[in-house]
C-alpha cells in the first residue's frame, strides 16, 4: 500500500457520492491559479481588478445569503452530547451523517471536483497536519492556495507522514441556507459542510480543521488550538517579547497583529507572525512555543485604510483576493472608510456588492463583513520568524473584546488561574462576521465560542493543566480599546497608540511596570502608561482606567448562571476565581472596620 491509497480510496468514495462531471487533483502552481481564477470570470462570480492600482487581484461576489459564518448549524458530532459541551450545537455522528448524505448525494453533477491537498503549520513543524478539501467550488479552490500551503508540497508532506490527513467533503449544494450544515466529527478526524461557500463555513483548513478539531487534537495530545493573533514587540535593545491574543471575530486583531508603531523612531515596533489563529505546545525549556498554521490573511475589509492599518493595506495590494467589496470605475475595490477624506461615499458609479450602481440611500456599499484574502508574506511587518518549525515563546496572552462600559482598556491578572478566568469570562458586542443580529454582548471565553471543538468546561481544565506543566506560565492581560465615554465616544484613540498598551505588559512581564491592585487584576496606573505625544486628558486616563465596582457586582452575577452552566465540567478553580472576585468586589465596597474603630 502507498502512501496515498487511503486518500484515492476516501477521493473515490466522494466521487460515488457527489458524481462530479470531471476531477482536478490541485497541484498549487500559478498557471492552476489562473484558471481557477479564468472559470469564475467565465461564469460571472469574479471580474479583474485594476492591475496598475492591484496586480493580479480579483474580486468574488458571494450568493447574497451566503456571507458570513451560520453558528446555528455548525455542529460538533461526537458520541457523547457531555463532550460537545453546553455551547456547542450537537449531533450523534451516525445521525449527522444521515441528515446530511441526501444533500451531497449527486451534488457535484454537472461540476468540477477539485481536490485540494493543504498543509497547516509550517511543514517542518511538528504540529504540522495535512488536510484534503474536495469540493465543487472554484473560489474556495482559489482561497485555498492564498490560506493555506497547498498543492504539491501538501501530497509531499502526506508521503512523510504516512499517508495520515484530515478528510474534508466540501459542496456549496444549492446554497439554500435551510440546506446548510458544517459538521465536524473530531473523533473520526472528519469534516462535512455542504450548502455554503463563505470563507469561515468553507474554506475547510481554517475554523474546521485548525480550531474545531485542532482543538480536540490538543486536548487529546496536550496542546493549545486558540483563536489568537502572534506578534513580536521589539524594544529599543532590540529584544522582541512574543505575545499572543484572542478577541471574537472582527474586533481588531489583524489591526493588532500588523500595528504600526508612532514609536518607532524611539526603537519600538512590532511585528507580525499570525491575524486570526495560534497552534501552541510546552517546549522542552517549559516555555509555550506558537506557530501559526496559516499562509494568508482573510481580514474584514470595512475599517481597513492606510491609517488604521496601513501594513494590511500593503498587504492586500497585489495578489488578493476580494470577496463581497463594492468596486469603482476605475475598477478598483471600495469599501467603508477605505478612503478617510471619504469614509462612507464612495466615487461616482461605484457599483456596491450586490452588483447595483450604489444610492446613498442604499446603505453601507461594501458587505460589513466583506473581505481581503492575501498572502501573509506579502505584510511588510512579517517577521522573519513566521515560519520557524518550532515557532517563537509566548511570554503573554491578552484577551479582549468590544465593550463600551464596564472593562478598563487595560489590566493584568494576578496569577495563572486569575488569568484562565479573565479568559473564560470573556464578553463581547457581536458582530457582522456571522450570522445573527450585531452589537449584541455575548460571552465568548478565550474568544472560542464559535470554534471550540468540545465542553468548553474541559476546555479550561486543560489550560489550567497545560500551565501547571509551563516553568513560567504566559502572563495574562484583558483589554478594551473600546471604552465609550457618556456621549458615545471612544475613549482611546487605539490601532497604532495600542503600542503603548503592549509597552506596559512588556514592562510588566520584567517585573516593571506601574501597577495599582485592584479587585478585578492589576490596573497600569494613570501614569503607567507612556503617553508622550499622545494628546490625552488626565481624566480620561482616569475614565479609560476605572474599575467602578458597582457594575463589576453586575457582571460577577451574570457570569454566575453562565459558569454553572458547565455542571461537572467546570473545573474548581474557575469556581474558585469566580468566588474570590466577589469577595474582592464586597471588600472594596464594604471595607472591613479597622482596629479601633
Ligand atoms: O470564520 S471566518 O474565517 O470566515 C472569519 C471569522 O469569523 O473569524
Ligand atoms: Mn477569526
Not at 496586480?55 to 446555528?72: G, I, M, Q
Not at 502526506?158 to 484530515?166: K, Q, S
Not at 479573565?422 to 465560542?449: I, N, Q, Y
Not at 451574570?558 to 454553572?564: A, C, L, N, S
Request: aromatic letters at 10%; hydrophobic letters at 40%; one cysteine or more.
Amino acid at each position: 500500500m502507498s502512501s496515498r491509497t487511503a486518500l484515492e480510496a476516501w477521493v473515490d468514495e466522494c466521487v460515488r457520492l457527489t458524481q462530479p462531471d470531471s476531477i482536478v487533483w490541485c497541484d498549487g502552481s500559478e498557471e492552476e491559479y489562473q484558471r481557477l481564477i479564468e472559470t469564475m470570470i467565465q461564469d460571472g462570480s469574479m471580474e479583474t481588478l485594476n492591475p496598475q492600482d492591484y496586480a493580479n487581484s480579483f474580486l468574488y461576489h458571494s450568493d447574497p445569503s451566503d456571507v458570513a459564518r451560520t453558528e446555528k448549524v455548525t455542529f460538533i458530532c461526537t458520541t457523547r452530547q457531555e463532550d460537545a459541551g453546553p455551547l456547542n450545537n450537537w449531533m450523534a455522528p451516525d445521525e449527522a451523517k444521515a441528515m446530511a448524505l441526501p444533500y451531497f448525494k449527486d451534488s457535484m453533477r454537472g461540476r468540477t471536483m477539485y481536490v485540494i491537498p493543504y498543509v497547516m503549520g509550517p511543514v517542518e513543524s511538528d504540529l504540522m497536519q495535512v488536510g484534503v478539501e474536495v469540493t465543487d467550488s472554484a473560489y474556495v479552490a482559489a482561497s485555498m492556495r492564498i490560506m493555506t500551503r497547498m498543492g504539491t508540497v501538501a501530497l509531499d508532506a502526506l508521503d512523510r507522514n504516512g499517508g495520515e490527513f484530515v478528510p474534508g467533503l466540501h459542496s456549496i449544494g444549492d446554497l439554500d441556507p435551510e440546506h446548510r450544515f458544517i459538521l465536524h466529527f473530531p473523533e473520526e478526524k472528519l469534516i462535512w459542510s455542504v450548502g455554503s461557500g463563505y470563507g469561515g463555513n468553507a474554506l475547510l483548513g481554517k475554523k474546521c480543521l485548525s480550531l474545531r478539531l485542532a482543538s480536540w487534537m490538543g486536548w487529546k495530545n496536550g496542546w493549545l488550538a486558540e483563536h489568537m493573533l502572534i506578534l513580536g514587540l521589539q524594544n529599543p535593545q532590540g529584544e522582541v517579547t512574543y505575545m499572543a491574543g484572542a478577541f471574537p471575530s472582527a474586533c481588531g486583531k489583524t489591526n493588532l497583529a500588523m500595528l504600526v508603531s508612532p514609536l518607532e523612531k524611539e526603537g519600538w515596533k512590532v511585528w507580525t507572525l499570525g491575524d486570526d489563529i495560534a497552534w501552541m505546545r510546552v517546549g522542552e525549556d517549559g516555555r509555550l512555543w506558537a506557530v501559526n498554521p496559516e499562509h494568508g490573511f482573510f481580514g474584514v475589509a470595512p475599517g481597513t485604510n492606510s491609517k488604521t492599518n496601513p501594513n494590511a493595506m500593503k498587504s492586500l495590494s497585489r495578489n488578493a483576493i476580494f470577496t463581497n467589496v463594492a468596486v469603482t470605475p476605475e475598477h478598483d475595490p471600495w469599501w467603508e472608510d477605505i478612503d478617510p477624506a471619504n469614509p462612507k461615499t464612495p466615487p461616482a458609479g461605484t457599483i456596491n456588492w450586490l452588483g447595483k450602481v450604489w444610492e446613498p440611500s442604499d446603505g453601507p456599499a461594501a458587505h460589513p463583513n466583506s473581505r481581503f484574502t492575501a498572502p501573509a508574506d506579502q505584510c511588510p511587518s512579517i517577521s522573519p520568524h513566521w515560519e520557524d518549525p518550532q515557532g517563537v515563546p509566548i511570554s503573554a496572552f491578552i484577551f479582549g473584546g468590544r465593550r463600551a462600559g464596564v472593562t478598563p482598556l487595560v489590566y493584568e491578572a494576578l496569577d495563572w488561574q486569575h488569568g484562565v478566568f479573565l479568559g473564560a469570562s470573556m464578553t463581547s458586542e457581536t458582530t457582522a462576521a456571522a450570522t445573527g443580529a450585531v452589537g449584541v454582548l455575548r460571552r465568548d471565553p478565550m474568544a472560542m465560542r464559535p470554534f471550540c471543538g468540545y465542553n468548553m468546561g474541559d476546555y479550561w481544565q486543560h489550560w489550567l493543566t497545560l500551565g501547571g506543566k509551563l516553568k513560567t506560565p504566559p502572563k495574562v492581560f484583558y483589554v478594551n480599546w473600546f471604552r465609550k465615554d457618556e456621549d458615545g465616544k471612544f475613549l482611546w484613540p487605539g490601532f497604532g497608540q495600542n503600542v503603548r498598551v503592549l509597552m506596559w505588559m512588556a514592562e510588566r512581564i520584567n517585573g516593571a511596570g506601574k501597577a495599582m491592585e485592584t479587585p478585578i487584576g492589576y490596573t497600569p496606573t494613570t501614569d503607567g502608561l507612556m503617553l508622550d505625544g499622545l494628546d490625552i486628558a488626565p481624566e480620561t486616563m482616569e475614565k479609560l482606567l476605572s474599575v467602578n465596582p458597582a457594575e463589576w457586582e453586575t457582571e460577577w452575577e451574570e457570569q454566575r448562571p453562565f459558569f454553572e452552566q458547565f455542571g461537572d465540567h467546570l473545573p474548581r478553580a474557575i469556581e474558585q476565581q469566580h468566588k474570590a472576585l466577589g469577595e474582592r468586589l464586597r471588600a472594596v465596597r464594604e471595607p472591613s472596620p479597622v482596629a479601633g474603630e
